[in-house]
């Protein structure tokens, strides 16, 4: 026998696997070491436990992964494994491809505890449950053995050793023929099948009859170098009626001896006493046969259910062999869909160039992040209105309306189209949603429909780049005679946002009073100014110096609005 190595060393480290995963073995025995079933639930929790830590596409790669990495140790071809085959319940494979298996899905899953897991929540499958559902937890720990037999065929050497009410001491061990194949990993393979084993062991109670899971106690463990597995199984036993038989014949033989003493108090208290056994004697014998009856069908149907389990999965056995020799038919046609894959490759991407084109022509008219979630297709959510906190930024020039009145319009065009490109960019670079363009005024917010957690600061450090890059754009004005400025208008608040408009005409627009308190402000400043308020001042307090402006009286608003005028950023 070769000296077995520690756990740490995992069996990944043979390389490639030495027996045949599936199908015969080269005696022509059918392989049959580990059931369909039992593979299954390590790959449907691999792809859910991925799938809920970083996404349903995540878990499908993931599967995928698996299903290669498995493959690169399959010296053979015509053994190659796909996700959709490792799902199969009726399929059966040898222990070491289980091993090699487990140890991908607790290295891809990152997760240590992974087979106790699977155990817990996977291995007792909905067949057991309902077969075991008959039967008390005592019972159903008594079957242990035969319910490994019947997934893992001559693989486990399975015992209760002693069992109660409400505990059992159970004990595994490795046949010779499976620690041939696991050797010399035996310790770490014995750790991830005795991890498994325990988490299934513990959600008996619980899967099959709602109880708390079971406490499980290491007595034995081979991965320390002992022969077998051995623990000790404690579980709170679901109360039953016992007696149930006696008790109701107890009970009906109780009642006509009250109702003879009662009605026909002449009779002897002998002849009554009897009369009374006499008449409960059917009732217990009854009960009795009803009960026997009953787990007599239980049985009959138990052996039923297990003999269609075993044709279908002597059936899929079949089936699994003749994969493997249909699988070089199926090589030749993998050559053949690789040249239309190559084909489909080309084609998408030419949608994906053309989808590209969409989405540059759509920025042209739309706020880029907008344009993106249109042509993803990730935006129904946005169209729909919903209510949220954004800050709002209007920017005016100021002295526009008198040099329109003289202006020719092509120089107004010029104008309008520097003084745009200039501010562009800068709401791009700070996260905001244009809204829209009314000659000279822009409105932009923050915060929707791209989340922006600092919008008010990023606000306000557009509105300074705004300021000062306006303010080089006004010196080449002047050198042309055009005397122009700028003002600002900022506020926070909540706001209605999604689409409005009418078929064939729509925008993205932001309603509510914070939109209308930015608007006002922007009108009360004057060249330079930046006027912001209330809900704002406080985001913002400890980023930039204002000077305070008193109170103004704004168009629309029934109190007056004390407003600040902000002067730079302090960091």
Known sequence: MPELLSTEHRILERGLMQYRPFGVDATGERIRDVAGMTVKANVEYLEEKISTEQGAEAGVRALEELARLLNERISDRSYHVTPSSL???????????????????????????????????????????????????????NLWPHFVEKYAKSSLVCEVVRSTAHSAILRMALTSRVRQQLEPYVKSCARDICDIMKGGLSALPEKVHNLEPAVIKDRRCMAAGDECCEWEVTWRPRRVWRYFSEIAGVLTGSMVFGFLRVRYPQISLLDTALAGVISGLPVWAITVWTARRKEQLIQEQLGYAEARHEELRGASLEIQELNVGLEVKVHER??????VNRDLESAYAQFKEL???????????????????????????FLRGHRTEITVVFIDLRGFTAFSETAAPEDLMTVLRQYQAEIGPLITQYNGTLERFAGDALMIFFNDPIP?????????????????????????????????????????????????????????????????????LCQEAKHGQILASGRFLELVEALVRTEPLGDLNLKGFHRRVSAHNIKEITD
Request: positive net charge; hydrophobic residues 40%; glycine residues 8%.
């Open 87 to 141: 799902k199969t319940v009726w399929n059966s494979y040898s222990y070491e491809f289980s091993m090699y298996l487990a140890s991908f899905c607790i290295q891809i899953s990152g997760d240590p505890a992974f087979r106790m897991k699977v155990g817990k929540e996977k291995l007792v499958s909905p067949l057991i449950a309902t077969l075991g559902r008959p039967f008390s937890v005592a019972q159903i720990y």
């Open 334 to 339: 993998t050559l053949e869909l690789a040249r």
């Open 452 to 520: 922006v957690p600092n919008h008010a600061e990023q606000a306000a450090r557009m509105a300074i780049a705004v300021r000062n890059r306006i303010a080089e754009l006004e010196i080449q004005w002047r050198k042309r005679g055009i005397d122009l400025g700028i003002g600002i208008g900022i506020a926070t608040g909540y706001a209605t946002l999604g689409v409005i408009g009418f078929e064939g005409r729509r925008d993205y627009a932001a309603i509510g009073p914070v939109t209308n308190l930015a608007a006002r």
């Open 355 to 381: 989808t590209e084109l969409q989405k540059e022509k759509m920025s042209r008219f739309l706020p880029t992040h907008l344009a993106n979630m249109i042509t993803s297709g990730d935006h129904e959510e």
